[in-house]
């Protein structure tokens, strides 16, 4: 009895779990169309209407076995690493960035919005400043008592608690204090809420008026007129932006395609292709001095330490993967003060007055100093392991055979090494390719020439693209992305060599 109630349990636990996971999968595709539909993004919708209806039919059907193990890991694959992929590099043929960032008609509003002034007998409001779902909004009385409440699609009548002349409470709402308002002083200055040809544009954190827009949109000219000059900026549909007959630039802009001009933008213009080279050469500089150094300081401790006759072997390994067991970021940052010229350690230590991130070449040296401390421990630990995987008597026999424990190392151990550990290598210098924090964290790019601050001697590829898609100067994402497309086909191609290579050395040993 115990035995048959014991198969009845498991033979249920078996399908509730399985149904529990696919109402937790069907409420978790419910939760992300929700916002698809609100971006009318219909067409990824319609993707996640389908990948859970391909899960839903897997799952609940007996067969195509070998699909439901493929299937979740593909999709987490397409999800994590393939969207992400294909997104960069669409975003890479657009003017996406500052100025760029929306459609025409998003433009437009922002165009009159900034343009709007007070004039005589604007409406005035008492404002309380809010947020809802991380957007700022304004919660407006009139002169009245009425309540509105001000967003980016216009001005609505709302009903909100008063008092004073002031919302002090409102559903679905989060009112600021006077304090966190004025910490988002510049973003609230900057919004409008369009009212028609005007918008209503707070003067202060606790007043707002409906001002009346100095510049307004004519579409049968497809431009943008000064009611007080006549000057007008006409649409370039090309260039996603409004541009006057003198050349001037309204900055609000909507995001086009620009075709391959990111992509050529980065070997024929002057003031980029130079950097781009220059920054190249140092990436492919660092990435291999990185890896050679650091594999060869773990491969000399790892022989070291292979000796049978050797004592302690066990504490000296753990002392050696220290580095490896601490935060990365951490070690950064303080070997970043242990090369400071004025208080750092190594200065101190050796008597020396070097300033190591104010010229290039230390500070290109420092850095790969630093790889050497942060990466030897893990080509320490696979190279002790590969050492321990080749079979003694290879080498014994070369003994045998008279070579000499040099000839041994290059003709016998180096290339059994290389077969297990090329993989790795070219893992590894993929990584530093792309290692942000290696640089970010320590040099954050520099040294910088006096007159240009936009690349410094230490930027890797990965730092410079995001200096311009993140920079003070005004974010160009599209530009930043065609070079994130450079980088990942460089570092592809080398992978592609690296891997071939490996494989004919696979054979030749084999």
Not at 53 to 73: C, D, E, M, Q
Not at 284 to 294: D, H, K, M, P, R
Not at 339 to 355: E, K, S, T, Y
Not at 362 to 389: C, K
Request: charged share 15%; aromatic share 12%; with cysteine.
């Amino acid at each position: 009895m115990k035995t048959t109630t014991q198969r009845e349990g498991g033979s249920l636990a078996g399908p509730t779990i399985k149904i529990a996971l696919l109402g937790a999968g069907l409420a978790l595709a419910i939760a992300a169309a929700l916002p698809l539909v609100g971006a009318h993004a219909w067409g990824w919708l319609a993707a996640l209407a389908a990948t859970t209806a391909l899960l839903f039919y897997i799952y609940l059907t007996p067969r195509h076995i070998a699909a439901k193990y493929l299937v979740p890991g593909t999709i987490f694959l397409l999800a994590f690493q393939v969207v992400p992929v294909l997104y960069t590099a669409s975003t890479a043929f657009t003017n996406y960035g500052d100025g760029h960032r929306g459609s025409k008609a998003e433009a437009i509003v922002a165009v009159q919005g900034a343009s709007v002034k007070q004039v005589p007998g604007s409406m005035e409001y008492d404002l309380a400043v809010a947020t809802r779902e991380g957007a700022i909004v304004f919660l407006l009385v009139d002169k009245t008592g009425a309540t509105f409440v001000g967003d980016g699609d216009g001005l609505h009548p709302a009903q909100f608690t008063v008092a004073g002349g002031k919302v002090v409470e409102a559903d679905g709402y989060t009112l600021l204090s006077l304090g966190e308002a004025n910490l988002r002083n510049d973003d609230i200055l900057a919004f409008s809420v369009p009212t028609g040809e005007g918008a209503v544009r707070a003067s202060g954190l606790t007043r707002a008026y409906n001002g009346q827009a100095t510049q307004f949109y004519d579409g049968g000219c497809d431009c943008v007129t000064d009611r007080g000059t006549g000057k007008q900026w006409k649409a370039d549909n090309d260039a996603g932006g409004f541009v006057a007959a003198d050349g001037e630039r309204l900055p609000q802009g909507w995001k086009v395609s620009v075709g391959f001009s990111n992509f050529t933008r980065v070997l024929t213009d002057s003031r980029i292709s130079g950097h781009f080279l220059q920054t190249l050469l140092w990436n492919f500089a660092f990435a291999i001095g990185s890896v050679l150094v650091t594999f060869g300081l773990g491969l000399g401790c790892a022989i070291a330490l292979n000796a049978d006759r050797l004592r302690g072997r066990s504490v000296y390994r753990v002392l050696l993967v220290l580095p490896y067991a601490m935060p990365g970021f951490a070690m950064l940052l303080v070997w970043r003060d242990l090369f400071n010229q004025q208080f750092g350690l190594i200065n101190r230590l050796f008597g020396l007055d070097v300033d190591w991130f104010g010229q290039p070449a230390t500070a290109r040296l420092a850095v790969i100093l630093v790889q050497l401390w942060m990466g030897y421990p893990y080509m320490f630990l696979v190279a002790t392991g590969a050492l321990q995987a080749i079979p003694k008597e290879m080498t014994e026999a070369a003994t045998i055979d008279g070579a000499s424990m040099w000839q041994r190392f290059k003709q016998v151990t180096l290339p059994l090494l290389l077969v297990a550990l090329t993989p790795l290598l070219i893992a590894s210098f993929a990584f530093n390719f792309n290692n942000f924090n290696a640089i970010y964290l320590t040099t954050e790019g520099g040294p910088f020439p006096p007159d240009d601050s936009s690349v410094g001697a230490t930027d890797l590829l990965i730092t410079y693209t995001y200096r311009l898609a993140f920079g003070g100067s005004g974010a160009q994402f599209g530009f930043a992305a065609a070079i994130s497309v450079y980088i990942f086909a460089i570092v592809a191609l080398v992978s592609v060599i690296g891997f071939r290579r490996s494989r004919k050395q696979e054979e030749v040993y084999s």
